[in-house]
């Protein structure tokens, strides 16, 4: 049990770091190429090692995300011999967001960019950026820095004293690098020793405002991990599979089970009262530990990298969406999915031969195979919503919650046989429930659907599609429960005289469940027009995919200078949200279309924050380029706006994706953890309240 709970810690540990804080996606590396047979010829050569799920657009990307650029500071002695060569070729497709075709690759790519030497010494210098997106989050612009010099002399006319002069250049160049390398000790003793005086460098970075500039990434980190989002995540997990294991035992598999394993229990130990309750008390751990053992095996499965990685994975979802449609065709009566009646027959068996707490396990997993067809696709649809929570310790969590709910009534009624009495019998009613969860599934399907959608640029299923189809889905459930409609496991009713009732007499309960699936049926058909319909926000596809929007709300930053966004902040009175975006950021575009224009979330973000907007691929240089030095030693160096809010970004708050949200106090120190891609109206409301509280205290 000790090194079970050692497991479940690492796991929940794992579980609260975020991707936000990965590292890049993108490994890149630059080498110098000869040319053979060519001496007059030079390769820079650019390589990409791109991480699933992630692209890496290409050059001709005109008005939409990053493109790849070659920008040289220097060249001399050499020109560039005609434009990029992409290996292989990249793909190609339109972009919704931008209206332009964009070109990206996978994978793996080379970029080269061929180099004429002139003759006599040549140098290069400079740097190719590129940009990088997932499904969900974007890079900011990233260049990869290159050097290179040499000297090139035709065979013809090469002579001692092109070779003193090679000699005397690389000479020059040691001791300008030498020179360097002890301007650089001296500035790094003069950062430990605490002085106040700082570096032209940095004075261009940082200004007059170092105080702000100062890292919190641990800071934010704690937050992050100790936030309470996680907490109520889990505790809804787990809430939601006790509603799971309660639909699970009303359902035709379970339910008539009930009364015979109990009173095989008590008829057991008749003599002996106590012995029955405890066997049944047994028979309700041995369900728990299955299921738990259940989510266990997902996790672990999985990995605790994957499970955040899935839910925003394109093919992945599609796989899920096909798993929940078949779910779905078997609850409405289509088929019905069973194991192998030998694993149930092999089970009954072991619970025959064996004796004590074996005996009364092997029934429990009877009991779980038995009942799959009933079980199986709620548990289905359960480990889907876990599996792309981002949790690692969902699927346990879940289970145990759907366990202790379905094993419960086995141990009560054990206790309280009378009960039992006064339970519901078995009737059509359960049939109720399977269809009207078949439907649900059905509907988070399409959830699904619009993941793998929005992925690839189909549009198929733009907001006005999906909320079509959920309003049919959920005003057939609504017919269906008034008896409008018939299944063909639907059990026939008869009147006095033997005749089948066409349309039978409902009782009070499924008309009102009938009454409140109409009801947000029809509450859903005003965001065919642009209503937010927030009770649905989470699960449709973003408002930019709906063609005929009359809602015209949107939020756009005064500001989009960090200091001065600081200092009108100071002067209000009001915390500031910094809002790490970028013109080529789909995502952002994503959320400020989706989130941002909700009431609730507007009157926050423009009458009690000081939104600044940083761009990360803003194009405006520098005065002055500037190097700077990485938290992994690396050095970068800084040309444009976006290139320094990229690096306050990564320096200040330990991140680099977009978009990316922090809501800070006047020091700049974080009020509540970051915020990235999540198409969550209450969640980002409860996220800005709770900041705000703690702002005012």
Same mark, same amino acid.
């Given at each position: 049990?000790?090194?079970?709970?050692?497991?479940?810690?690492?796991?929940?540990?794992?579980?609260?770091?975020?991707?936000?804080?990965?590292?890049?996606?993108?490994?890149?590396?630059?080498?110098?190429?000869?040319?053979?047979?060519?001496?007059?010829?030079?390769?820079?050569?650019?390589?990409?090692?791109?991480?699933?799920?992630?692209?890496?657009?290409?050059?001709?990307?005109?008005?939409?995300?990053?493109?790849?650029?070659?920008?040289?500071?220097?060249?001399?002695?050499?020109?560039?011999?005609?434009?990029? $060569?992409?290996?292989?070729?990249?793909?190609?497709?339109?972009?919704?967001?931008?209206?332009?075709?964009?070109?990206?690759?996978?994978?793996?790519?080379?970029?080269?960019?061929?180099?004429?030497?002139?003759?006599?010494?040549?140098?290069?210098?400079?740097?190719?950026?590129?940009?990088?997106?997932?499904?969900?989050?974007?890079?900011?612009?990233?260049? #990869?820095?290159?050097?290179?010099?040499?000297?090139?002399?035709?065979?013809?006319? @090469?002579?001692?004293?092109?070779?003193?002069?090679?000699?005397?250049?690389?000479?020059?160049?040691?001791?300008?690098?030498?020179?360097?390398?002890?301007?650089?000790?001296?500035?790094?003793?003069?950062?430990?020793?605490?002085?106040?005086?700082?570096?032209?460098?940095? /004075?261009?970075?940082?200004?007059?405002?170092?105080?702000?500039?100062?890292?919190?990434?641990?800071?934010?980190?704690?937050?992050?991990?100790?936030?309470?989002?996680? /907490? $109520?995540?889990?505790?809804?997990?787990?809430?939601?599979?006790?509603?799971?294991?309660?639909?699970?035992?009303?359902?035709?598999?379970?339910?008539?089970?009930?009364?015979?394993?109990?009173?095989?229990?008590?008829?057991?130990?008749?003599?002996?009262?106590?012995?029955?309750?405890?066997?049944?008390?047994?028979?309700?751990?041995? #369900?728990?530990?299955?299921?738990?053992?259940?989510?266990?095996?997902?996790?672990?499965?999985?990995?605790?990298?994957?499970?955040?990685?899935?839910?925003?994975?394109? #093919?992945?979802?599609?796989?899920?969406?096909?798993?929940?449609?078949?779910?779905?065709?078997?609850?409405?009566?289509?088929?019905?999915?069973?194991?192998?009646?030998?694993?149930?027959?092999?089970?009954?068996?072991?619970?025959?031969?064996?004796?004590?707490?074996?005996?009364?396990?092997?029934?429990?997993?009877?009991?779980?195979?038995? /009942?799959?067809?009933?079980?199986?696709?709620?548990?289905?649809?359960?480990?889907?919503?876990?599996?792309?929570?981002?949790?690692?310790?969902?699927?346990?969590?879940?289970?145990?919650?759907?366990?202790?709910?379905?094993?419960?009534?086995?141990?009560?009624?054990?206790?309280?046989?009378?009960?039992?009495?006064?339970?519901?019998?078995?009737?059509?009613?359960?049939?109720?429930?399977?269809?009207?969860?078949?439907?649900?599934?059905?509907?988070?399907?399409?959830?699904?659907?619009?993941?793998?959608?929005?992925?690839?640029?189909?549009?198929?299923?733009?907001?006005?599609?999906?909320?079509?189809?959920? #309003?049919?889905?959920?005003?057939?459930?609504?017919?269906?429960?008034?008896?409008?409609?018939?299944?063909?496991?639907?059990?026939?009713?008869?009147?006095?005289?033997?005749?089948?009732?066409?349309?039978?007499?409902?009782?009070?309960?499924?008309?009102?469940?009938?009454?409140?699936?109409?009801?947000?049926?029809?509450?859903?058909?005003?965001?065919?027009?642009?209503?937010?319909?927030?009770?649905?926000?989470?699960?449709?596809?973003?408002?930019?995919?709906?063609?005929?929007?009359?809602?015209?709300?949107?939020?756009?930053?005064?500001?989009?200078?960090?200091?001065?966004?600081?200092?009108?902040?100071?002067?209000?009175?009001?915390?500031?949200?910094?809002?790490?975006?970028?013109?080529?950021?789909?995502?952002?575009?994503?959320?400020?279309?989706?989130?941002?224009?909700?009431? $609730?979330?507007?009157?926050?973000?423009?009458?009690?924050?000081?939104?600044?907007?940083?761009?990360?691929?803003?194009?405006?240089?520098?005065?002055?380029?500037?190097?700077?030095?990485?938290?992994?030693?690396?050095?970068?160096?800084?040309?444009?706006?976006?290139?320094?809010?990229?690096?306050?970004?990564?320096?200040?708050?330990?991140?680099?994706?977009?978009?990316?949200?922090?809501?800070?106090?006047?020091?700049?120190?974080?009020?509540?953890?970051?915020?990235?891609?999540?198409?969550?109206?209450?969640?980002?409301?409860?996220?800005?309240?709770?900041?705000?509280?703690?702002?005012? @205290?």
């Amino acid at each position: 049990m000790r090194q079970l709970l050692k497991q479940l810690l690492i796991i929940f540990l794992c579980a609260v770091g975020t991707h936000a804080f990965a590292q890049n996606p993108v490994k890149t590396t630059v080498q110098q190429k000869a040319v053979s047979g060519h001496d007059d010829l030079v390769d820079l050569v650019f390589s990409f090692d791109i991480q699933p799920g992630w692209h890496v657009y290409g050059p001709e990307n005109d008005g939409g995300p990053t493109a790849m650029t070659m920008n040289f500071e220097k060249l001399e002695g050499a020109q560039k011999e005609g434009a990029l $060569r992409l290996s292989p070729a990249p793909k190609r497709e339109q972009d919704a967001i931008f209206d332009c075709e964009v070109t990206y690759f996978e994978t793996k790519a080379t970029a080269t960019q061929r180099l004429k030497l002139k003759g006599g010494p040549w140098k290069a210098e400079g740097y190719l950026e590129y940009g990088a997106c997932n499904d969900e989050t974007c890079m900011p612009p990233t260049p #990869i820095e290159f050097k290179y010099n040499g000297s090139y002399a035709k065979a013809d006319d @090469k002579s001692a004293e092109a070779e003193k002069q090679e000699k005397e250049d690389k000479q020059a160049e040691q001791e300008q690098a030498d020179e360097a390398a002890l301007l650089a000790a001296q500035a790094d003793s003069v950062a430990a020793l605490g002085q106040a005086d700082s570096s032209a460098a940095a /004075s261009a970075i940082v200004g007059d405002n170092a105080a702000l500039w100062t890292p919190v990434i641990d800071e934010l980190h704690a937050l992050d991990a100790s936030s309470d989002t996680q /907490s $109520r995540s889990l505790w809804g997990i787990f809430l939601l599979g006790i509603v799971g294991g309660l639909i699970a035992l009303l359902t035709p598999c379970v339910w008539p089970i009930i009364p015979m394993t109990v009173s095989f229990f008590l008829k057991r130990s008749k003599d002996d009262k106590r012995k029955g309750i405890r066997d049944a008390v047994l028979y309700g751990l041995s #369900i728990v530990v299955i299921y738990v053992g259940l989510g266990l095996l997902v996790t672990l499965i999985w990995g605790p990298s994957s499970l955040n990685a899935l839910s925003t994975n394109a #093919i992945f979802n599609l796989f899920l969406f096909a798993l929940l449609v078949v779910f779905a065709a078997s609850f409405l009566g289509g088929f019905e999915i069973t194991l192998p009646s030998s694993w149930s027959t092999k089970m009954d068996e072991k619970a025959s031969s064996t004796t004590g707490i074996l005996s009364i396990f092997f029934m429990a997993l009877t009991l779980v195979l038995v /009942s799959f067809s009933c079980t199986g696709p709620i548990i289905g649809l359960l480990l889907v919503d876990m599996v792309t929570s981002g949790s690692v310790v969902a699927p346990t969590v879940g289970m145990l919650g759907f366990a202790l709910a379905l094993a419960a009534p086995f141990t009560l009624f054990a206790m309280f046989p009378t009960w039992l009495k006064s339970a519901p019998k078995s009737g059509n009613w359960m049939n109720v429930i399977k269809v009207v969860l078949g439907l649900v599934e059905l509907a988070f399907a399409l959830k699904f659907l619009s993941v793998a959608d929005l992925a690839y640029g189909w549009r198929l299923l733009d907001r006005e599609t999906f909320l079509c189809l959920w #309003i049919l889905i959920f005003a057939l459930m609504g017919f269906y429960l008034l008896g409008w409609i018939r299944l063909p496991h639907d059990e026939d009713e008869y009147d006095d005289e033997g005749n089948v009732v066409a349309r039978p007499k409902i009782g009070v309960t499924r008309f009102l469940s009938a009454l409140c699936v109409l009801a947000f049926a029809l509450y859903m058909v005003p965001g065919l027009w642009g209503a937010p319909c927030k009770a649905v926000s989470a699960f449709a596809p973003p408002m930019w995919t709906q063609d005929f929007n009359l809602n015209q709300n949107t939020v756009e930053a005064v500001y989009t200078d960090f200091e001065e966004g600081m200092a009108a902040a100071r002067k209000a009175g009001k915390p500031v949200m910094l809002d790490f975006t970028g013109f080529g950021c789909v995502n952002c575009r994503k959320m400020e279309a989706a989130v941002w224009p909700d009431a $609730r979330v507007k009157q926050l973000m423009t009458e009690d924050y000081v939104l600044v907007s940083l761009y990360v691929d803003d194009k405006t240089p520098l005065e002055a380029p500037v190097e700077v030095t990485e938290a992994d030693g690396t050095t970068r160096k800084l040309r444009t706006i976006g290139d320094r809010w990229s690096y306050l970004q990564r320096s200040k708050f330990g991140a680099q994706t977009q978009p990316f949200y922090v809501l800070v106090d006047h020091d700049a120190h974080p009020l509540a953890g970051s915020y990235s891609y999540k198409e969550d109206i209450p969640a980002f409301v409860s996220w800005l309240e709770g900041a705000l509280k703690k702002f005012k @205290k």
